[in-house]
């Protein structure tokens, strides 16, 4: 089992739907999470960076964590076909410490 | 632009060639590391510096790899004796803190023939 899980898809969703992309994760220990944006034939950018439990917002964007259930979830709103690409989560028990990557979801967003 | 370059972008070569990365930090980040990635799967770590110092490197590096960052600033990855199981998009990222703070270079994608 990996220790971090995520749903290759692909996720196909109608232009300005609410998308919701997850993660499950086995070690208790990570208490940094992030979710990193990953266009065909280009490097990952990073989107979101949480510390520990509870929701942070960045425009359209929602990172949630859910320490005791292990599991992140990013939510997009009103999604563009911009906003089609790969979504990799990643997660460290400490901020020194390697990245445990997912190996990321293909979303798609139909105009 | 002052993002995280690498070169070359493409590389084909041959089985048992050796091949050579480059990567240009942001200046100011200290951290640099290198990954690799395949397709459908998530970036696999190889091996990170701090200034010159390599402080870690992945144990399932095969010896054949090896990475220098000499004076702190750029890096290059060499890959010796190629296989076809190399093939892969090699990332270089550069990190002002924490490991997860990561810059990305576009990658340069190596393919073995």
């Known amino acids: 089992q990996k220790e971090v899980e995520q749903d290759p898809g692909p996720l196909s969703v109608p232009e300005g739907a609410i998308v919701s992309l997850n993660c499950t994760y086995s070690?208790?220990?990570?208490?940094?999470f992030m979710w990193y944006r990953q266009y065909s034939r280009k490097g990952p950018e990073l989107l979101m960076y949480?510390?520990s439990s509870g929701n942070k917002e960045d425009g359209r964007f929602t990172a949630q964590v859910d320490k005791s259930s292990k599991y992140i979830s990013l939510f997009i709103r009103d999604s563009q076909p911009s906003d089609s690409a790969t979504y990799l989560c990643?997660?460290?028990?400490?901020?020194?410490?390697?990245?445990?990557w997912g190996a990321g979801t293909k979303l798609i967003i139909k105009p | 632009d002052t993002g995280v370059s690498q070169n070359p972008r493409h590389k084909i070569t041959k089985r048992g060639q050796n091949v050579t990365f480059r990567c240009d930090p942001i200046?100011?980040?200290?951290?640099l590391y290198w990954y690799r990635q395949t397709l459908g799967q998530g970036p696999e770590f190889l091996t990170y510096?701090?200034?010159?110092?390599?402080?870690?490197k992945s144990r399932l590096l095969s010896d054949r790899f090896s990475a220098e960052r000499p004076k702190g600033s750029f890096s290059t990855l060499e890959i010796q004796r190629t296989e076809q199981g190399d093939s892969a998009m090699y990332l270089c990222?550069?990190?002002?803190?924490?490991?997860?703070?990561?810059?990305f270079g576009e990658g340069s994608r190596l393919t073995v023939l």
């Open positions: 070690n208790s220990a990570f208490q940094y």
């Open positions: 990643a997660m460290s028990a400490r901020r020194d410490y390697q990245l445990i």
């Open positions: 200046s100011e980040h200290n951290r």
């Open positions: 949480t510390y």
């Open positions: 990222a550069s990190s002002p803190g924490g490991a997860g703070e990561l810059f």
């Open positions: 510096f701090q200034n010159e110092a390599q402080l870690e």
